[in-house]
């Protein structure tokens, strides 16, 4: 009876006839605070990731229009594509102070989609002004300070650096009628997409988180790699039985990121 009575009391109401407030409530409220703040910083770095992807795409689909490479970008692509850059930069920026700490890895996945797409454009721009692809720390560096760059996201934004690569060259070949790129025999990025793949078929990325990823996209680099590979054999070899009008296929992974026809430089 003793254990009864003491229920009771706990039960009691309070002295103003109020329910009496439990001691755990306060603790409840701060995980409660702390839920909704962890949701909505997780909602801010998504839509920023989404924006950012977004960017980076039409910078992609602009570079495609320049038909020259290992020079500086023509005057009417930079007026599109730097206030584009500069957009990112600020986007990226805002969302630097949700990232500090243990949050860079707590939010990494949600960011991540967003820093691989501005890795592509990043490295596709490098390559066609330069004709050579940035190293991490290079691209690291083109991202604003407190931003990083993980390995995993530099390799699966080069892997879709390939598939740019390969739809920029059969449109040089299909428009130009030649080989883009130089270098021995005239095939300087085919031999620049196939060290590539090289590179990335010898990566031991056993334990990673985008296992699944890289199989993924390594399928399709080796798909990239081998439509330029049949475009110039088709030129060289087959130049001849070639019918008028001929045109490369450039969907080669079924992706088209814009009109076949547009104005170039």
Excluded at 50 to 78: A, C, Y
Excluded at 110 to 126: C, D, K, R, T, V
Aim: glycine share 10%; hydrophobic share 35%.
């Amino acid at each position: 009876m003793a254990g009864v009575k003491r229920k009771s009391e706990d039960m009691d109401p309070a002295p103003n006839g109020g329910a009496r407030a439990s001691p755990y409530m306060p603790m409840f409220e701060t995980f409660r605070a702390e839920l909704d703040e962890h949701h909505d910083r997780r909602e801010r770095i998504n839509k920023a990731s989404r924006d950012v992807t977004g960017l980076s795409k039409k910078i992609i689909f602009n570079l495609q229009r320049t038909r020259e490479i290992g020079q500086p970008t023509h005057v009417s692509i930079t007026k599109v594509i730097d206030p584009m850059y500069a957009s990112i930069k600020k986007i990226l920026e805002s969302f630097v102070p949700d990232l500090e700490g243990i949050n860079a890895h707590r939010y990494h996945y949600n960011i991540s989609p967003g820093i691989q797409e501005f890795m592509e454009a990043y490295l596709f721009h490098a390559y066609l002004q330069t004709q050579r692809i940035p190293t991490h720390p290079e691209a690291a560096a083109a991202l604003p300070e407190g931003i990083r760059l993980t390995q995993e996201d530099y390799l699966l934004g080069l892997f879709d650096t390939t598939g740019e690569m390969m739809r920029w060259c059969i449109t040089y070949m299909a428009t130009n009628g030649k080989l883009p790129g130089g270098g021995q025999g005239g095939m300087g990025v085919l031999a620049d997409m196939q060290a590539i793949r090289g590179f990335l078929e010898g990566m031991d990325v056993k334990g990673s988180r985008d296992l699944k990823s890289f199989d993924n996209k390594l399928t399709v680099t080796r798909q990239s790699v081998e439509k330029v590979e049949n475009g110039v054999y088709s030129m060289l070899v087959r130049g001849k039985e070639r019918p008028k009008g001929w045109r490369p296929d450039a969907a080669a992974d079924g992706r088209r990121d814009g009109p076949e026809e547009v104005e170039s430089y």
